[in-house]
């Protein structure tokens, strides 16, 4: 990985630069930069735990504003288009030369940086005055958003660098790869790490204070980790922790009036379901607010900034699936259609009703999720690829999902009530029949229509066949079979388009920049030594 000093100290003053002096309803006030010294900085408790802020923000824009989503949801077969920048990640020729592939990359390892300035400086800056639980907390904060950065890199790329200190390789950038099952294995010890360490909590209503992770939230993504590595027994136990722990709630199940798509409205920012979100300053300097609207909006009407443009459209095959089951709330959430009206867009303006022509990519549709509408829709906040919603890593109603497949084990189907209840939560909070059965691919189904945009359903299919599997006969059947094609101007006719990827491209090549600075990452990993 190539850190630079200057970049490197760049970053450790963003790590520290960040408090919340003045105004207290923002998540991100800050003093000036040139004020601080690492010497002076963590002083007061205050001080400490807004250490860690720039943990949720900055570092991650250039995965959030396109590599993520270009990465998962168009090759999972959630979205297509004609964009040249990243339209290879919908017909698998990604090369090492993708700009929004280096991005992804170069923000990830952005955030390993961020973590690894604030886990080795922070405990010899702090005075004895403050409080070690304090400390304690804001080092777990950083271990476990270094294990969520490395959980991704992981999955995108496979073997990669176990980085503890970053500034060990800023003169020279060259360093092994380790194999996956040592990266999982770093990644288990820093949510143990952030476990043990973080607050616990129990949340309720939306608040600022929620944008920081918990105990709850590394429990969470543990539940997450090992259900990857088909450890049911492991995921089932984590998973019923968080559920037993009372800290998360599905949101808006039991209150009347709130809907599934409530959850992605900037005022809801940081509710109960929230278990890991990145925080955004919507209005503010570019690469500090949430540019997916910018990207998914079919319109500027719809934005009231100048953008809105329809990058991506919800490929045929997902609108299909969502229509096997009528009178999912998680559709028009999700996905927009011709006449879908949505009186919180546009809403001084009577609301937006999505016009007959509607066609982002040519698929008849627009994206709906994560598109929040005009500054005035949003209390004043918001500008042009500057939104100010979060964006979700982890949601409550997964840990639900995560417990069912756990208790499944891999078996064909279970009727077990551990397994169904729920299962079928999820399904009773948008308006569906509970099942009385289901097998994998009913979770498989489940997780992709529940979590679709959110960046997850391609390292589903990545996983069907095992943990770190060479082969994937499950995925690519699946994936074979996917619609990615257009409908015709009438939409009488679709324009078919089927793609199989063969085994290695479950997997993404290096950068090329990055391998030319480091041969080292194209040679065989070398096991990590831990300390």
């Not at 922070?122 to 804001?138: E, F, G």
């Not at 948008?430 to 997850?456: M, S």
């Amino acid at each position: 990985m190539n850190v630079p000093t200057n970049k490197y100290l760049l970053v450790l003053l963003t790590a520290v630069g960040v408090t919340v002096s003045g105004c207290k309803d923002s998540f991100f006030n800050r003093p000036p930069e040139d004020a601080l010294t690492l010497d002076s900085y963590y002083q007061t408790p205050e001080q400490v735990k807004a250490s860690t802020n720039a943990l949720y923000n900055v570092p991650w824009f250039d995965f959030n504003n396109k590599a993520f989503w270009a990465i998962t949801e168009l090759s999972g077969g959630n979205a297509r288009t004609y964009s040249g920048d990243v339209i290879n990640f919908g017909n698998f020729s990604v090369t090492a030369d993708n700009n929004e592939l280096t991005n992804g990359w170069k923000s990830l390892f952005s955030v390993v940086a961020q973590s690894n300035a604030i886990i080795n400086n922070l405990p010899a800056k702090v005075p004895a005055t403050v409080d070690r639980a304090v400390v304690n907390n804001a080092l777990g904060e950083a271990h476990l958003m270094r294990a969520v950065a490395y959980f991704y890199l992981v999955r995108l790329w496979g073997n990669v660098p176990i980085i503890e200190n970053t500034l060990d390789y800023v003169y020279s950038p060259k360093i092994n790869t380790n194999p996956v099952t040592d990266v999982y294995k770093f990644i288990i010890r820093d949510l143990e790490f952030a476990e043990a360490n973080c607050t616990k909590k129990i949340r309720s209503g939306t608040s600022v204070e929620n944008g920081h992770v918990s105990s709850g939230s590394a429990s969470a993504m543990l539940a997450k980790v090992y259900l990857y590595m088909q450890n049911y027994a492991q995921a089932r136990t984590y998973a019923e922790k968080v559920i037993n722990s009372g800290e998360f709630k599905l949101y808006g199940a039991q209150v009347p009036g709130r809907t599934f798509a409530d959850l992605f409205r900037t005022a809801n920012n940081n509710n109960e379901e929230s278990i890991i979100a990145l925080q955004w300053v919507g209005g503010g300097q570019y690469g500090r607010g949430n540019s997916m609207q910018a990207s998914f909006a079919i319109s500027s009407q719809i934005t009231g900034t100048g953008d809105g443009y329809g990058v991506i459209g919800p490929t045929l095959d997902l609108q299909a699936d969502y229509a096997k089951e009528p009178g999912d709330a998680r559709r028009k959430a999700t996905i927009m259609l011709a006449g879908d009206v949505y009186p919180e867009l546009n809403s001084a303006g009577g609301g937006y009703t999505v016009p007959a022509d509607v066609n982002a990519q040519n698929t008849k549709a627009g994206i709906r999720k994560y598109v929040v509408g005009t500054r005035a829709d949003n209390g004043g906040l918001g500008a042009a690829q500057s939104a100010g919603n979060n964006t979700y890593i982890m949601r409550y109603s997964e840990v639900l999902l995560i417990e069912a497949e756990a208790v499944l084990a891999g078996a064909a189907s279970t009727s077990a009530p551990a397994a169904l209840t729920p299962f079928n939560l999820v399904r009773s909070r948008v308006g569906l029949a509970p099942k009385a059965t289901i097998t994998q691919a009913d979770i498989l189904r489940e997780r992709r229509l529940e979590l679709a945009i959110e960046g997850d359903y391609w390292f589903d299919l990545g996983r069907l066949d095992g943990f770190n599997a060479t082969t994937h006969p499950k995925a690519i059947a699946i994936i074979g079979q996917q619609e990615r094609g257009t409908y015709s101007n009438d939409k009488t006719q679709v324009y078919s388009e089927h793609y199989t990827p063969t085994n290695d491209r479950f997997l993404f090549p290096y950068p090329s920049t990055e391998t030319a600075i480091n041969p080292l990452l194209s040679q065989t990993p070398v096991p990590y030594t831990f300390k």
